[in-house]
C-alpha cells in the first residue's frame, strides 16, 4: 500500500501524525489533502528515517536544493558538503543531478547525508550509461528509475509530458532558446534520432508500477519550460500542461503521489496566469517551481531574480520553489554559492507564507517576534529569529555601536529615542 492509499483508507502512522504537527494541519485533514493528491510527502518504503516535508495546499511552502557532480567537475566530497550546508541552511528537499563520475556511488553517499526528501532525474544516469544519448534502449529508460527506485529515492523527476504532439507544438513555437530542461532535451534527442515515441509517455503505466512498488512521488517534469523572457508562456509550454494534467489522473488513479513542475523565465505579469493555469489543469496537483527568474540579465545574481519571481508565483499558488544559485547560467555553484542559494528561495517562501491558507498565522507570528526584539534591541534574539542567524550576527558583529543599538544610527536610533521619549512621558 502506497502512502496516498493509506490516506484513503484513513490511516495513520507516525510519519503522518509527525507531518501534519509540522505543517500545524489537523491529521484528519491533512489525510484528505494526501487522499485527493493535493498534498504530497515524499518518501520511499526503503527509507527509514526522512523528515517529513509535505508538499501542497495549505502546507509551508518548500524549498529544495540541487547538488551534484557536472561531467567536468567531479569532486563527491564537495557535493556531501553542498548537501550538508543546503540542508542546515533550511532545504526541505535535496536533489542530486549528477552527470559526472561513479553515478550510484555519489547518488548513495548523497543521500546518507540527506535528511529531508531526497530525488533525482533517472534520465541523466540512463543517458550516461549509454555511450551516445540517442542509443539507450526503450528498457533503459525504466531500469534506472528501478534501479534508483530500490536504492531509496524518495521523489524522481520525470518528463511524460514530453510526446509528438508536444515536440510537434516547440517546433512551431518560434523560440529563441529551444530547450533549456537537461532531461527534457535528452528524451527529445532521443525520440527524434529513433522516430519513436518517448518511453516515460508510451509506457507511463508501466513507470506508474515501479514508482508504486516503492511509494516513489512522481515529478512530472517540466520539459518545456521557457529558458528565457522571450519563450515564456508559448503554446508549447501550455500544451505540455495539459498533457501534465491528463497524467496527474492517471497518478491519482494508480495510487502514485505525483507533483508538477513549472517554468522557468517567466516576466512578471504572466506569472500568476501561468500558475493558475497549471493548478487548473493539473487538478490543485502540488506545484514545484524552477524559479521562475523574472529577468535574463541577472547573470551573478540569479538567487535574486528567481526569489522574485518564486515569491510571485507562491502568492498565486506555487508550493514548491526548487532554489537558483548565483553561478546559474554560469558555472556549477560553490559551497557558499548553495548556501545563499537556498536563503534567497527560503526568504520567498517565508513571504509567501505570510499570506497562505494554513500558514499565515505561524509565520505571522515570527515576524511579530522579529519586531518584538528589535523593539527592544535584544540582538541574539533576533539573530536567532533570522532566515540566516549567521550572515545576521556577523553584520552586526563586525560595526559593533558603541550603544546598546546597532552602528546604523548608534544613540540617535529612532527606536530607543522614541521609546524613552514614552518612558518619560
Ligand atoms: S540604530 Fe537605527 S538601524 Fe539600528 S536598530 Fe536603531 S533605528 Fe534601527
Given at each position: 500500500?502506497?502512502?496516498?492509499?493509506d490516506?484513503?483508507?484513513?490511516?495513520?502512522?507516525?510519519?503522518?501524525k509527525?507531518?501534519?504537527?509540522?505543517?500545524?494541519?489537523?491529521?484528519?485533514?491533512?489525510?484528505r489533502?494526501?487522499?485527493h493528491?493535493?498534498l504530497v510527502?515524499?518518501k520511499?518504503?526503503?527509507?527509514?528515517?526522512?523528515?517529513?516535508?509535505?508538499?501542497?495546499?495549505?502546507?509551508?511552502?518548500?524549498?529544495?536544493?540541487?547538488?551534484?557532480?557536472?561531467?567536468?567537475y567531479?569532486?563527491?566530497?564537495?557535493?556531501?558538503?553542498?548537501?550538508?550546508?543546503?540542508?542546515?541552511?533550511?532545504?526541505?528537499?535535496?536533489?542530486?543531478?549528477?552527470?559526472?563520475?561513479?553515478?550510484?556511488?555519489?547518488?548513495?553517499?548523497?543521500?546518507?547525508v540527506t535528511?529531508?526528501?531526497?530525488?533525482?532525474?533517472?534520465?541523466?544516469?540512463?543517458a550516461?550509461?549509454?555511450?551516445?544519448?540517442?542509443?539507450?534502449?526503450?528498457?533503459?529508460?525504466f531500469?534506472?528509475?528501478?534501479?534508483?527506485?530500490?536504492?531509496?529515492?524518495?521523489?524522481?523527476?520525470?518528463?511524460?509530458?514530453?510526446?509528438?504532439?508536444?515536440?510537434?507544438?516547440?517546433?512551431?513555437?518560434?523560440?529563441?532558446?529551444?530547450?533549456?530542461?537537461?532531461?527534457?532535451?535528452?528524451?527529445?534527442?532521443?525520440?527524434?534520432?529513433?522516430?519513436?515515441?518517448?518511453?516515460?509517455?508510451?509506457?507511463f503505466d508501466?513507470?506508474?508500477?515501479?514508482?508504486?512498488?516503492?511509494?516513489?512521488?512522481?515529478?512530472?517534469?517540466?520539459?518545456?519550460?521557457?529558458?528565457?523572457?522571450?519563450?515564456?508562456?508559448?503554446?508549447?509550454?501550455?500544451?505540455?500542461?495539459?498533457i501534465?494534467?491528463?497524467?496527474?489522473?492517471?497518478?491519482?488513479?494508480?495510487g502514485?503521489?505525483?507533483?508538477?513542475?513549472?517554468?522557468?523565465?517567466?516576466?512578471?505579469?504572466?506569472?500568476?496566469?501561468?500558475?493558475r493555469?497549471?493548478?487548473?489543469?493539473?487538478?490543485?496537483?502540488?506545484?514545484?517551481?524552477l524559479?521562475?527568474?523574472?529577468?535574463?540579465?541577472?547573470?551573478?545574481?540569479?538567487?535574486?531574480?528567481?526569489a522574485i519571481?518564486?515569491?510571485?508565483?507562491?502568492?498565486?499558488?506555487?508550493?514548491?520553489?526548487?532554489?537558483?544559485?548565483p553561478?546559474?547560467?554560469?558555472?556549477?555553484?560553490?559551497?557558499?554559492?548553495?548556501?545563499?542559494?537556498?536563503?534567497?528561495?527560503?526568504?520567498?517562501?517565508?513571504?509567501?507564507?505570510?499570506?497562505?491558507?494554513?500558514?499565515?498565522?505561524?509565520?505571522?507570528?515570527?515576524?511579530?517576534?522579529?519586531?518584538?526584539?528589535?523593539?527592544n534591541?535584544?540582538?541574539?534574539?533576533?539573530?536567532e529569529?533570522?532566515?540566516d542567524?549567521?550572515?545576521?550576527?556577523?553584520?552586526?558583529?563586525?560595526?559593533?555601536?558603541?550603544?546598546?543599538?546597532?552602528?546604523?544610527?548608534?544613540?540617535?536610533?529612532?527606536?530607543?529615542?522614541?521609546?524613552?521619549?514614552?518612558?518619560?512621558?
Amino acid at each position: 500500500m502506497t502512502l496516498i492509499e493509506d490516506a484513503r483508507k484513513g490511516e495513520v502512522d507516525g510519519f503522518i501524525k509527525k507531518a501534519a504537527e509540522y505543517e500545524g494541519i489537523e491529521v484528519e485533514k491533512f489525510l484528505r489533502l494526501i487522499a485527493h493528491g493535493y498534498l504530497v510527502l515524499p518518501k520511499n518504503v526503503r527509507r527509514e528515517d526522512v523528515k517529513p516535508r509535505a508538499i501542497g495546499m495549505f502546507a509551508s511552502t518548500k524549498v529544495n536544493a540541487n547538488v551534484g557532480t557536472s561531467i567536468d567537475y567531479v569532486n563527491a566530497e564537495e557535493e556531501i558538503e553542498k548537501a550538508i550546508v543546503a540542508q542546515k541552511a533550511g532545504a526541505d528537499a535535496v536533489m542530486d543531478l549528477s552527470s559526472g563520475g561513479n553515478l550510484d556511488e555519489i547518488r548513495k553517499k548523497i543521500m546518507a547525508v540527506t535528511e529531508v526528501p531526497f530525488g533525482t532525474v533517472p534520465i541523466y544516469q540512463a543517458a550516461r550509461d549509454c555511450s551516445r544519448v540517442v542509443d539507450m534502449g526503450e528498457d533503459d529508460f525504466f531500469r534506472v528509475v528501478e534501479k534508483q527506485a530500490k536504492d531509496g529515492v524518495d521523489f524522481m523527476t520525470i518528463h511524460s509530458g514530453v510526446n509528438w504532439i508536444s515536440v510537434e507544438r516547440l517546433k512551431r513555437s518560434g523560440r529563441l532558446l529551444g530547450v533549456v530542461s537537461r532531461g527534457g532535451a535528452i528524451i527529445i534527442g532521443w525520440m527524434l534520432h529513433n522516430e519513436k515515441e518517448n518511453p516515460y509517455y508510451k509506457d507511463f503505466d508501466y513507470l506508474l508500477e515501479i514508482l508504486k512498488e516503492y511509494d516513489v512521488t512522481i515529478s512530472l517534469g517540466d520539459a518545456f519550460r521557457p529558458g528565457c523572457i522571450h519563450d515564456a508562456g508559448d503554446r508549447a509550454k501550455y500544451t505540455e500542461f495539459v498533457i501534465l494534467g491528463e497524467l496527474v489522473e492517471k497518478c491519482r488513479q494508480t495510487g502514485v503521489q505525483c507533483m508538477v513542475e513549472g517554468p522557468g523565465h517567466v516576466p512578471l505579469d504572466q506569472i500568476e496566469t501561468s500558475v493558475r493555469a497549471m493548478k487548473s489543469v493539473t487538478d490543485n496537483a502540488p506545484l514545484y517551481l524552477l524559479g521562475p527568474l523574472v529577468t535574463d540579465i541577472a547573470a551573478g545574481y540569479d538567487h535574486i531574480a528567481a526569489a522574485i519571481g518564486a515569491a510571485i508565483a507562491g502568492m498565486a499558488g506555487a508550493d514548491f520553489i526548487c532554489y537558483v544559485t548565483p553561478s546559474e547560467h554560469l558555472a556549477l555553484p560553490t559551497v557558499e554559492d548553495v548556501r545563499e542559494g537556498v536563503i534567497a528561495a527560503k526568504i520567498a517562501a517565508h513571504a509567501v507564507d505570510l499570506i497562505k491558507d494554513g500558514q499565515r498565522e505561524r509565520a505571522r507570528l515570527k515576524d511579530y517576534e522579529m519586531s518584538l526584539a528589535r523593539k527592544n534591541l535584544e540582538w541574539e534574539k533576533q539573530f536567532e529569529l533570522s532566515i540566516d542567524p549567521e550572515k545576521a550576527r556577523e553584520i552586526y558583529s563586525r560595526r559593533k555601536s558603541k550603544s546598546e543599538a546597532c552602528s546604523m544610527c548608534g544613540d540617535l536610533c529612532a527606536i530607543k529615542l522614541v521609546k524613552e521619549a514614552f518612558e518619560r512621558n
